[in-house]
């Protein structure tokens, strides 16, 4: 090699492919009652795929999957609400190569049916006082929502809640029968989920 004297070879190139980092849109959590079918839950951002996992096999959903989740039946055969946390990462694969971005997790909620016990009927007659009625069921917090189909007997057309002893009215000849049908009502996130409804009936004598 001589001083000073400098000798180029050839040029080599060489290229760089930086993949971008996908992200997710975010979606809302979800809630259902038990027994629903859920609706279509679809995926967007800027990744070309996406993979997700489920924290919670008892809502009905597997615990894991690519790309969408298909529609499905929610389970909750309990008396409290139940969820599972769904945490989504957005991969872009391209060039051979597949990068993923920051999982985003969303919850989905499924409702118990709420039930309420047997109701036993009552027979009285005019002028007499009916026994208070107190409903339960086995999920905490339901709502029972009652409707009466003969305001005659001095109950109104609806109600929530308890019936209290009231004094019963037939001012005819003949029996009076109204039929009090009860539905048990769970709401937790804004969703009302309602169970099998009871009958009873008051029978007032003249």
């Known amino acids: ?119 036993i009927n009552q027979v009285v007659c005019n002028g007499s006082s009916t026994a208070a009625i107190a409903f339960s069921g086995t999920v905490p917090s339901t709502v029972f929502n009652w409707t009466n189909s003969a305001t005659s007997i001095g109950l109104a057309a609806s109600g929530t809640g308890n019936i209290g002893a009231f004094n019963a009215v037939n001012n005819g000849n003949n029996p009076v029968i109204a039929q009090i049908n009860v539905t048990p009502v769970f709401t937790n996130n804004n969703v009302a989920c309602s169970g099998t409804a009871q009958t009873m009936h008051y029978r007032d004598w003249e």
Do not use: E, K, R
Not at 33 to 52: D, H, K, V
Not at 55 to 61: D, K, M, Y
Not at 63 to 89: D, E, K
């Open 1 to 119: 090699m001589n001083a000073g004297v400098t000798c180029a070879g050839t040029v080599q190139q060489m290229t760089i492919v930086v993949n971008p980092a996908p992200v997710i849109t975010a979606n809302p959590n979800l809630t259902y009652c038990n027994g629903a079918q859920s609706a279509l839950i679809s995926f967007t951002g800027t990744g070309n795929s996406f993979s997700w996992t489920n924290s919670n096999t008892a809502i009905g959903l597997g615990a894991s999957g690519n790309g969408n989740i298909a529609p499905f039946a929610t389970t909750n055969p309990g008396v409290n609400a139940v969820s599972g946390t769904i945490a989504v990462t957005p991969i872009f694969t391209g060039n051979g190569i597949s990068c993923n971005g920051i999982p985003n997790n969303f919850s989905i909620t499924v409702n118990p049916t709420p039930t309420v016990a047997a109701i």
